[in-house]
């Protein structure tokens, strides 16, 4: 069982993706922008994966500062991004090292293998 | 013509130049071959004459007087003395005249020694030039983009009068300078620098390259920047044309529009992710048997999505380029082969051909359908190739999905999922106009045939399915 923290500004989508992601036996926490997931990621709760959208709010490439930040914070932590943009290699430069990218719109079953692939490396 | 040595007479026999020696009184002592041979007379019409009664009086000219009365009196020597006239015999000439004074032992008087070379055609070819280059000038004056004329060193030769009002700088602020030391060094690209100095030695011309950078009195710009080597007939040294294009408002205009697309393109992911989403609410609470069939229909919006993505990267105004999309799509496909099916490729092969862009998306959607249940059933042992092929046949595209694998036994059984497949398929071939083309027999594997009009159906006459 891992700890996972969702980072989603839509709501429905936030709350299928910690149905899906807590049907596989795992626990969630969720943020709905930058601000309440640094909050989450400076308290003393273990996380073992960040799921975070790369447009957050107004904050075009918000997910990728937010994590950039989380590692500095939990180096071992793993981050996989998700996004329905599509995704220049400008963007994938400033993606962090070993991090993966699920495209919107993801199937429940492309969220449980990329979930399960950062957790096993 | 008299000289000390038989090794000097041949030498002067033999120059190009006219040689032709006179006396203290400007009478013609003697003469080289040259002088004959260019001012069309001989040796007996030509010794012992006064320089200006020569040829019907054709050397009386007032700058040859000059030369000889006015100034060799009192100079040993001159050189490079032009003299332009309309000789009678040779028509009109420029002559380049270098004098000297002779003294010799049983000469006391001294003698002059004119040597003449006809500069006709130099200065011919100088009066052109100069002509084609001020004609040149015009013509790059008048154009609208700034531009350029560099050596062969990158140093600027001349710079049109658009370059030098929209960049501010003076013609002569720009001779003889690189365009890197110009302005505030914004040209001081390496990438450009390296792609300039292949310009003129491979004859590589320099197309669209871009440049973006503050301005000074211009602000931020965006440069296009294309360069090409220029010849002139019968002139070996080359000259490279760079051209300047300000593409600021097209750029504003592209990013603005890629910004709406991309702002589309965010609330569509994410609306068909809230569909997924419900779909998969949904199949929490379905029975078992039932939820296979959530999960196609899952992966089925997850196509539409991704076709969406691979349209945009592959569209031409209103037409889809169809060898790049199947490319595209075969990318896609083979990124997401994992596990059990990671020893399939997907190999494309395609014509240049083009659909418009309103049939991109069932097209992809049976290009995904057809391969889909090829990586899904063909390849029991998990290795295999798939292929993809478009042709034009006619005034048809002929799209072909062909697998070599284990081929499909008993093609009337099929049910469920896969019975749904096959009637997807022929909802979207009738979308799209086509037709599926029965297949052979194949030892192995399976192809799919399948036939579809090049031009779009007009508006109501579609034959989509009822």
Known sequence: MAVILIVEDEVFTREVAEMMI??????????????????CLRSDQRIDLLFTDLYLKSLVLGGCDLARQAIEMRPALRVLYTTGNSVTDKMRALFAAGTQLLRKPYTPHELQDSVGALLAA | MRVPDIAASDIVETVPSALIVLDRNLNITSANRAFYQIFRTSAEETEGCHIYELGNRQWDIPAL??????????????????????????????????????????????????????????????????????????????????????????????????????????????????????????????????????????????????????????????????????????????RMLLVFEDITDRKQRERDAQMLTNEISHRIKNNLQIIVGLIAYEAKWTAA??????????????????????????????????????????????????????????????????????????????????ATNAIKHAFPHGTGQVLLSAQKVGDQIELVVADDGVGMKDKGSAKGPEKRGSEYVAVFVRQLGGIIVPARSEDTGTIVRIRLPLAVPPSGTARVAA
């Open chain 1, 22 to 39: 807590q049907s596989w036996g795992h626990q969630t926490l969720s943020a709905g922008d930058v601000d309440e997931a640094l909050s």
């Open chain 2, 65 to 238: 007087r000059t030369l000889l009365e006015s100034v060799i009196p009192h100079r040993a020597s001159v050189e490079g003395f032009e003299v332009e006239h309309n000789f009678p015999t040779i028509g009109r000439r420029t002559m380049l005249v270098n004098a000297r004074k002779i003294f010799r032992p049983d000469d006391l008087d001294g003698s002059i020694l004119l040597a003449i070379e006809d500069v006709s055609e130099e200065r011919a070819a100088r009066r052109e030039s100069s002509r084609n280059w001020q004609l040149t000038q015009s013509i790059v004056d008048t154009i609208r983009d700034p531009l350029v004329v560099l050596e062969d060193d990158m140093t600027i030769v001349t710079a049109s009068k658009a370059f030098l009002t929209i960049f501010g700088i003076s013609a002569a602020e720009t001779q003889g300078r690189r365009v890197s030391e110009l302005g505030q060094h914004q040209w001081d690209v390496p990438a450009l620098r390296h792609l300039m100095e292949k310009v003129l030695p491979e004859n590589k011309p320099i197309e669209s390259f871009e440049i973006e950078d503050d301005f000074p009195g211009l602000g931020r710009r965006v440069f296009n920047l294309n360069a090409r080597k220029i010849s002139q007939p019968g002139n070996h040294a080359h």
């Open chain 2, 289 to 370: 048997p039932c939820v296979q069939g959530y999960q196609a229909m899952q992966t089925r919006i997850g196509a539409i999505a991704q076709l969406y993505d691979l349209i945009s990267q592959s569209t031409h105004g209103q037409t889809v380029a169809v060898d790049a999309y199947l490319q595209e799509i075969a990318k896609a496909m083979s990124a997401s082969l994992i596990g059990d099916s990671s020893g399939i490729t997907i190999d494309v092969k395609a014509e240049p051909l083009e659909i418009d862009s309103d049939r991109a998306v069932p097209f992809g959607l049976l290009v995904n359908e057809l």
